[in-house]
């Protein structure tokens, strides 16, 4: 079959190009949304109209309105100073950046609050951001679309802890289903009578009944919310782990008691300055700890992962068309770096498709992570060669990509690491490579070879750089090039080629045109 007819009919999507052109999401270019949450109020500026959205700004500002809630029944009078400065702050910023008008939420302080309601019209009078102050479930309903930006189609428990409250939806094939909202956030526990006891027993009684409401829930527990990840950050701490993404981050459930057991064994200023943890978050840690121990208990899921995405995210979600949402927010993050920093963008879809029969019993998981290496092969161009390699594994590694497990973050890093390179021994980057099993980080050599050969063969996005042919029972590989690429094969082309076959194990063979 035709390379390029191939490409529009099944591998791009049905729209055969990338759907940020489409009017439609590009209204969504840059969004604006604030969360006005019990602990800290944020402002997040997506940009980019993908369906993999860049934070063109974030900002968050603990500015505590649900302390001493339970007790007074009000907003914390400092934290409606300093929130009101914030949401000033952020309108104000929004205006600059062209975002068009911001939409805010306000969630379990604002709803629980006495002077909730006139805070909200005060806010609007003075600032006039109109707060939609949301309950419990509809909280929980967007922080799990957030969670589904990241994963799309996928199963399982999000669990979102706030200030103040604390919220389970279901996520099933992609959609949101059963949803709950609890009192369980750190702030309330607080001031429970009783002491650590007392307190156990006032979670595991609220738990018991949302496990009754929420059904048996054995899949994997998404984590969501700014404490959870506070505790995830100690727990790599503890682990010694070498990546320091918290997106994706995997915790067993043994895990989650050992890191309760660290937490108390260690002093928490320190701990805190050795994770990077603020001291006003570092003060609820104790009980979301405890909180989550409950959780874990309670429904005892397969897994457990973070995630970075949640309400805010969510929030951007719900603006999207379905199609958009249907959509790899890897594939699409790709495509948009490939369009903004490659020299030629495009190749990459050539150069996709020219070294995939090497490839083409790879498990579709797989491909999709070809597909992405290729994209992005060359937008480091610009790069001083002798750093490119590491940069771009640097990129890959740490970029804000949601789709996308550690181990592949590191396959996609040593993939466009051997683009430039054909060692992975000596770089500051050792230590991640053991996320990854050994005969993956084959793979990874072998596409980040094939990448560095195929990128000679640079043409214009139209012409064919000819044909790749794998006979692994023969343990040859046999290159068929095009008159259009015969001229480009030369000597350093041929050592690339040798050395792909190489990483194979098979011996090249080359067929020129005339
Ligand atoms: C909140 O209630 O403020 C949370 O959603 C976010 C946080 O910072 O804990
Ligand atoms: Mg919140």
Redesign the pocket.
Same mark, same amino acid.
């Given at each position: 079959m035709d390379t390029e007819n191939q490409a529009t009919s099944t591998d791009w999507g049905p729209f055969g190009r990338p759907l940020f052109n489409d009017p439609q999401s590009r209204a969504l270019s840059r969004v604006g949304v604030v !969360?006005? =949450?019990?602990? @800290?109020?944020?402002l997040v500026v997506f940009d980019g109209a993908a369906r993999s959205p860049a934070y063109f700004f974030n900002e968050?500002i603990?500015c505590g309105?649900?302390e001493g809630l339970s007790e007074t029944g009000r907003l914390n009078p400092q934290g409606r100073v300093r929130a009101l400065a914030a949401i000033r702050r952020f309108q104000r910023l929004a205006e600059g950046m062209d975002t068009g008008p911001l939409t805010a939420v306000a969630?379990?302080?604002v709803r629980d609050a006495e002077d909730g309601p006139e805070f909200r019209d005060l806010v609007e009078d003075q600032t006039g951001l109109r707060l939609h102050v949301i309950d419990g479930t509809e909280e929980a309903r967007l922080s799990a679309q957030g969670v589904l930006l990241g994963w799309p189609g996928s199963y399982g428990l999000v669990c !979102?802890? =706030?200030?103040? @409250?604390m919220e389970l939806a279901e996520i099933e094939k992609g959609r949101v289903g059963k949803r709950v909202s609890s009192p369980l956030?750190p702030l309330r526990l607080k001031w429970i009578k009783g002491g650590k006891k007392a307190r156990k027993a006032h979670i595991k009684g609220i738990l018991t009944d949302l496990h009754e409401k929420m059904g048996d829930q054995h899949n994997r527990l998404f984590l969501v919310?700014?404490?959870w990840r506070a505790i995830a950050k100690i727990d790599m701490e503890r682990r010694g782990y070498p990546l320091h993404v918290l997106h994706e981050y995997r915790m067993s459930r043994k895990a989650v008691f050992a890191t309760a057991r660290f937490i108390k064994e260690n002093d928490p200023e320190e701990l805190r300055n050795r994770c990077g943890v603020s001291s006003s978050?570092m003060a609820?840690v104790p009980i979301a700890i405890e909180v989550l121990k409950e959780v874990v208990k309670t429904f005892g899921p397969r897994d457990i992962a973070v995630s970075s995405y949640?309400?805010r995210e969510g929030m951007l979600y719900e603006q999207m068309p379905q199609q958009l949402r249907d959509r790899d927010p890897l594939i699409e993050a790709c495509r948009f770096a490939e369009a903004k920093d490659a020299r030629l963008p495009g190749f990459g879809r050539t150069l996709y498709h020219f070294i995939e029969p090497l490839f083409h019993s790879a498990r579709d998981e797989r491909k999709r992570l070809i597909r992405a290496a290729c994209l992005l092969h060359d937008v480091t161009w610009r790069a001083h060669p002798d750093y490119r390699a590491e940069l771009c594994f640097d990129n890959a590694t740490r970029a804000n990509l949601g789709g996308l497990k550690h181990s592949e973050r590191i396959f996609l890093g040593l993939a466009l690491l051997h683009r430039y390179s054909n060692t992975r021994k000596g770089t500051r980057f050792e230590p991640l490579y053991e996320l990854l099993p050994e005969k993956d980080q084959q793979a990874a050599e072998v596409l980040g070879k094939a990448m560095r050969f195929g990128a000679m063969l640079w043409l214009d996005r139209e012409a064919k750089p000819g044909k790749l042919v794998l006979r692994p029972k023969k343990k040859v590989l046999e290159l068929r090039l095009t008159p259009e690429s015969t001229p480009l094969f030369g000597e350093v082309a041929e050592a690339r080629f040798q050395s792909l076959a190489d990483a194979l194990g098979a011996t090249p063979e080359v067929h020129t045109a005339a």
């Amino acid at each position: 079959m035709d390379t390029e007819n191939q490409a529009t009919s099944t591998d791009w999507g049905p729209f055969g190009r990338p759907l940020f052109n489409d009017p439609q999401s590009r209204a969504l270019s840059r969004v604006g949304v604030v !969360d006005v =949450g019990s602990n @800290s109020v944020r402002l997040v500026v997506f940009d980019g109209a993908a369906r993999s959205p860049a934070y063109f700004f974030n900002e968050k500002i603990m500015c505590g309105l649900g302390e001493g809630l339970s007790e007074t029944g009000r907003l914390n009078p400092q934290g409606r100073v300093r929130a009101l400065a914030a949401i000033r702050r952020f309108q104000r910023l929004a205006e600059g950046m062209d975002t068009g008008p911001l939409t805010a939420v306000a969630t379990a302080a604002v709803r629980d609050a006495e002077d909730g309601p006139e805070f909200r019209d005060l806010v609007e009078d003075q600032t006039g951001l109109r707060l939609h102050v949301i309950d419990g479930t509809e909280e929980a309903r967007l922080s799990a679309q957030g969670v589904l930006l990241g994963w799309p189609g996928s199963y399982g428990l999000v669990c !979102d802890i =706030g200030g103040a @409250s604390m919220e389970l939806a279901e996520i099933e094939k992609g959609r949101v289903g059963k949803r709950v909202s609890s009192p369980l956030g750190p702030l309330r526990l607080k001031w429970i009578k009783g002491g650590k006891k007392a307190r156990k027993a006032h979670i595991k009684g609220i738990l018991t009944d949302l496990h009754e409401k929420m059904g048996d829930q054995h899949n994997r527990l998404f984590l969501v919310g700014g404490s959870w990840r506070a505790i995830a950050k100690i727990d790599m701490e503890r682990r010694g782990y070498p990546l320091h993404v918290l997106h994706e981050y995997r915790m067993s459930r043994k895990a989650v008691f050992a890191t309760a057991r660290f937490i108390k064994e260690n002093d928490p200023e320190e701990l805190r300055n050795r994770c990077g943890v603020s001291s006003s978050r570092m003060a609820l840690v104790p009980i979301a700890i405890e909180v989550l121990k409950e959780v874990v208990k309670t429904f005892g899921p397969r897994d457990i992962a973070v995630s970075s995405y949640g309400i805010r995210e969510g929030m951007l979600y719900e603006q999207m068309p379905q199609q958009l949402r249907d959509r790899d927010p890897l594939i699409e993050a790709c495509r948009f770096a490939e369009a903004k920093d490659a020299r030629l963008p495009g190749f990459g879809r050539t150069l996709y498709h020219f070294i995939e029969p090497l490839f083409h019993s790879a498990r579709d998981e797989r491909k999709r992570l070809i597909r992405a290496a290729c994209l992005l092969h060359d937008v480091t161009w610009r790069a001083h060669p002798d750093y490119r390699a590491e940069l771009c594994f640097d990129n890959a590694t740490r970029a804000n990509l949601g789709g996308l497990k550690h181990s592949e973050r590191i396959f996609l890093g040593l993939a466009l690491l051997h683009r430039y390179s054909n060692t992975r021994k000596g770089t500051r980057f050792e230590p991640l490579y053991e996320l990854l099993p050994e005969k993956d980080q084959q793979a990874a050599e072998v596409l980040g070879k094939a990448m560095r050969f195929g990128a000679m063969l640079w043409l214009d996005r139209e012409a064919k750089p000819g044909k790749l042919v794998l006979r692994p029972k023969k343990k040859v590989l046999e290159l068929r090039l095009t008159p259009e690429s015969t001229p480009l094969f030369g000597e350093v082309a041929e050592a690339r080629f040798q050395s792909l076959a190489d990483a194979l194990g098979a011996t090249p063979e080359v067929h020129t045109a005339a």
